[in-house]
């Protein structure tokens, strides 16, 4: 039982979640990934530590209610628990001396992409946070990242907030302007497939964080294989970052698509609960982690 | 005991276990074997020639008094028959059932020359289900403190069976499991069908009862390190029984195309996950009349196969690059893969994983296979005949090949001294790995084994940590005598 200390909601369908897992906290390094199950027969998914205070013991956890677990993980309060959190998982970022690094983060990727801009600032790097989203209330933390002497440029796709389009656009100025040692790209898989490309030409060292599907995170499974340079990958253990100049990522678009009608399907049954149902299964979550806390 | 006269007894065929209806199992989760009745247990039982040095303790991994606990059932002592299991092996519900006891205990009997070996296995377990359902379990006497405390890694056969052996002397032990549910590959990899999973957890309750800790989510290497488990949390020896959890690939193209999976990931999704049940929040690859070629020889190609179908897949075939006789599945679970319909194709070998245009599974090219000579393990060696090569639809592939050691636990501990293979390496008569106090067992050691082996491995640790933890002088944990 993990218990969750804060939750807020950051954005449409985006919630800021704090939960007490003290191990974590002591030894999460940027880039890795927690495994999180919210109910008594949960699947397990992967979301990355955006966040650890070890002296709290605690975790920040960013979750978007796009399927059936995002969705439930997203209605639960502080005071409500998670049925399993493990971790920290995957190898951490690799924070060099890069002089001038820029993270790209689009739409929740800003929240895989803020720990590691965290960490390139408190090596000394100067970094840049491209951050994008559809409109201005998906623009995600750009306070937080400001707060830490980040220079941030904020994109939207309808120009109601920073610049007007993609934030590939953003990049290629940026790179284009000046000399930058590194690039982090953090978002939907398309979105780190173009800024490789971006990149590319001018031989610029560039990492996506991957995000393919998981199942125990731990190796075993191999469910997240992914192919890198033309050789086979399990993004657990050997990531999550690699070279985005040899990621397939067409490969793994397609292998994110692999349970898509299932997803569908399970997502419809909860939308199709009446209010009195829904609010029954919730305190059926809730109960079903307060019985078990007990014993 | 009735006094039936020997040539009776010897006219008798071997016990046949009772079992559901092959194409009645074939649709669902409950177990195949229903287990022997009281009268069928007692008969075989008696058929036991009770040999002056019976053949078959030697045959047993960990040397249970075999003939002394069928010597009881034939006299119908159901619990002690159990108390001279117990002396011997912890797991006796479990072993009963996934053994491979045509290659041990039963493939030394005596009347195995007469094909008529006794079943050992299923007395095993008739035992041990027998004292579980009628709760003749003897119930648990209070053990003296040590003041010791031992951190066992990994919640599988060989992390039980540590466990249990260290808390009987008093010890206090935490288990350690990385996934949120206890038992390994007894969880995750074995299907309910072969091994029910509340036999599993009342096992485990067991451990529990003699005052076992489990934390689960603990995954050592990254949650907590080897070093810290011995500095900050203060335990006194660490045992390392995380098992060999890496899938092996096919490495031929296609195989990251949709529907190929590993045998891990496949069985995991189903038995930890639940992904067969209405409702299950984990997916599965909808297999309903979808044909499915699983890859492999062992007992994992064997779940792998045979679960599928009750998935409702319409045809299962498993390929095999040797033959029939080179496969290390047990005898029983490749019977029973044959009686629900399991095709085998023998002597081919994967070329290639066929895909469409959207990246999902579409076939596979086999190389069609011939014996040549022998190899390192002394089977002949599959060799490929040229120009033989063929295609067969398939929507779903099950890698079911082996695994190696999973590199996370050693990979973070540089004092832990690997072999070229990846496996931990130790000093096997005690267990002792190159880290001063700790030690370790089972598939981490041997590489993908058995279930058995891996008990066994965990019990010789469990004695040499005792002997540790009396001297409290690694370099000279004596040898067992």
């Known amino acids: ?295 | 005991m009735i006094k039936v006269p020997r040539r009776t007894l010897n006219k008798l065929d071997r016990v046949t276990m009772p079992e559901q209806d092959p194409l009645v199992r074939a649709t669902n989760f409950v177990e195949v074997n229903d287990g022997l009745t009281p009268e069928q247990a007692t008969v075989e039982a008696m058929r036991c020639l009770q040999c002056k040095t019976p053949t078959c303790i030697d045959g047993c991994p960990v040397n249970i008094q075999i003939d002394q606990f069928i010597e009881r059932v034939a006299n119908g002592d159901i619990r002690g028959a159990a108390d001279v299991i117990r002396m011997d092996s912890l797991l006796p519900a479990i072993c009963g059932r996934v053994c491979p006891q045509e290659a041990q205990c039963e493939g030394t009997c005596v009347l195995d020359k007469k094909n008529k070996p006794i079943a050992i296995g299923h007395l095993e377990r008739y035992v041990a289900d027998t004292v579980r359902r009628y709760g003749l379990e003897p119930p648990v006497e209070p053990i003296k403190p040590s003041g010791k405390s031992v951190a066992v890694v990994g919640s599988g056969p060989a992390g039980l069976a540590c466990a249990a052996d260290l808390a009987k002397s008093g010890h206090q032990v935490r288990i350690f499991e990385a996934l949120h549910q206890p038992g390994g590959v007894l969880i995750y990899g074995i299907p309910e069908f072969r091994l029910p999973k509340d036999i599993v957890a009342s096992e485990i309750d067991g451990l529990k009862a003699l005052g076992v800790e489990v934390e689960t989510n603990a995954i050592i290497g990254r949650t907590t390190t080897v070093e810290e488990l011995l500095s900050d949390e203060g335990y006194d020896a660490v045992f390392v029984g995380v098992g060999a959890g890496l899938p092996r690939f096919l490495n031929v193209d296609g195989e990251n195309l949709i529907g190929v999976y590993s045998a891990n990931e496949f069985l995991t999704r189903v038995n930890l996950m639940g992904a067969y049940r209405e409702g299950a929040e984990t997916p599965v690859l909808d297999l309903t009349g979808r044909r499915v070629v699983v890859f492999g020889g062992g007992n994992t190609a064997m779940d792998s196969a045979r679960t599928p179908l009750r998935l409702g897949a319409e045809e299962v075939r498993i390929a095999y690059r040797r033959t029939e006789a080179e496969m290390p599945a047990r005898v029983e679970e490749i019977h029973h893969a044959k009686e629900e319909g399991i095709v085998f194709d023998f002597l081919v070998s994967p070329v290639e994983l066929l895909g469409n245009e959207e990246g999902w599974l579409t076939g596979v090219r086999l190389q069609r296979m011939e014996l040549g000579e022998p190899d390192d393990s002394g089977r002949r060696r599959p060799v490929p005949i040229e120009g033989d090569i063929y295609d067969l639809p398939a929507d779903v592939v099950i890698v079911a090949i082996g695994n190696s050691p999973n590199p996370l636990l050693p990979a973070t501990e540089s004092r832990l001294e690997q072999t070229r293979w990846g496996t931990l390496a130790v000093d096997e008569s005690t267990g002792r790995t190159t880290m001063p106090g700790v030690f370790a067992g089972g598939d981490i050691v041997t590489g993908g084994a058995t279930v058995i082996l891996a008990m066994g491995a965990g019990r010789v640790a469990a004695a040499s940590i005792e002997r540790y933890l009396a001297s409290g002088v690694w370099d000279e944990v004596p040898e067992p005598a």
């Open chain 1, 1 to 295: 039982m993990y218990v969750i200390i804060e939750a807020e909601s950051i954005a449409p369908d985006v919630r800021r979640i704090v939960v007490a897992a003290p191990k974590i906290a002591k030894k999460h390094q940027a880039g890795q990934f927690v495994i999180v199950r919210v109910t008594p027969n949960g699947e397990r998914i992967p979301l990355t530590i955006a966040e650890s205070d070890p002296a709290v013991g605690s975790i920040t956890l960013f979750v978007q209610a796009i399927g059936r677990t995002t969705t439930l993980m997203s209605e639960l309060e502080a005071g409500d628990h998670l049925e399993d959190v493990a971790g920290p998982l995957g190898r951490a970022s690799e924070i060099e001396q890069y002089g001038t690094a820029v993270v790209v983060g689009g739409g929740l990727g800003t929240a895989i992409a803020y720990p590691i801009a965290r960490a390139l600032a408190e090596a000394g790097n100067r970094v840049i946070a491209i951050v994008g989203g559809r409109s201005r209330e998906y623009v995600l933390l750009e306070d937080q990242l400001a707060a830490h002497g980040i220079e941030v440029i904020p994109c939207t796709d309808d120009g109601s907030y920073g610049r007007k389009g993609f934030v590939t656009e953003a990049l290629a100025d940026v790179i284009e302007a000046e000399d930058v040692g590194v690039v982090f790209a953090t978002g939907p898989v398309p979105m780190m497939g173009a800024v490789a490309e971006v990149t590319r030409s001018k031989g610029i060292e560039t990492i996506a964080s991957l995000n393919p599907i998981m199942v125990d995170g731990t190796g075993m499974c191999g469910g997240c294989r992914v192919e890198v340079g033309g050789e086979t990958k399990f993004a657990c253990v050997d990531g999550p970052e690699f070279d985005a100049h040899q990621v397939d990522f067409q490969l793994l678009q397609r292998r994110n698509t692999s349970y898509r009608a299932f997803e569908a399907e399970r997502m419809d049954d909860l939308k199709s609960l009446d209010a009195e149902h829904h609010e029954q299964l919730l305190a059926e979550i809730r109960g079903a982690c307060k019985t078990e806390a007990a014993t």
